[in-house]
């Protein structure tokens, strides 16, 4: 059986994408299912490539037994032919995404889609950028993200 790949995608790739990201690993590990999935993230833009997650957002999910441990990094051209789903975090991003994705004319069979989509307990309908909020915004991320991707991955199995 194939690999089910995911790429989560954000604004600049040190809050939301990552912290999904690793939510996402955790779930699927607990549940004994990681590899079945290859699991990445990236941001829209390309102004933190290479550098860790934000501070702030490292120790909420420490503070919730999730290590969130990928650098910064932005969207391929790519990308669309190596993940089955691209999930964004607003629409800002979904429709940033969507055009990297139609400026080419290739084929690919990825999936772009609002990770919000998959909420239940939470009906924002993008999940919020903390970056230049305080800290009680990166723990309400978490919830939305913990929400969400819990949705998604429940949409899958």
């Known amino acids: 059986m194939d690999k089910i790949s995911v790429l989560f995608v954000c604004l600049g790739n040190i809050c939301r994408s990552p912290a999904a990201e690793a939510i996402f690993l955790k779930i699927i590990e607990d549940r004994g299912i990681k590899e079945k999935f290859i699991v990445d993230s990236a941001g829209t833009g390309s102004w933190h490539v290479g550098k860790?997650?934000?501070g702030r957002m490292k120790l909420a999910a420490k503070n919730r037994n999730i290590n969130i441990k990928s650098k910064a990094r932005?969207?391929?051209?790519?990308d669309f032919h190596r993940f089955n789903y691209i999930l964004t975090m607003d629409n800002s991003n979904y429709i940033d995404v969507l055009k990297i994705k139609n400026s080419e004319s290739s084929e690919d069979d990825s999936k772009v889609i609002k990770l919000q989509d998959f909420?239940?307990?939470?009906?924002?309908?993008e999940v919020p950028d903390p970056?230049?909020?305080?800290?009680d915004g990166f723990n309400n991320v978490?919830?939305?993200l913990e929400d969400s991707v819990s949705g998604f991955l429940k949409s899958l199995l």
Do not use: C, P
């Open 142 to 144: 978490l919830d939305i």
């Open 119 to 125: 909420a239940s307990d939470f009906a924002n309908k």
């Open 52 to 54: 860790e997650a934000d």
């Open 131 to 135: 970056y230049f909020g305080g800290d």
């Open 74 to 78: 932005q969207i391929k051209r790519e």
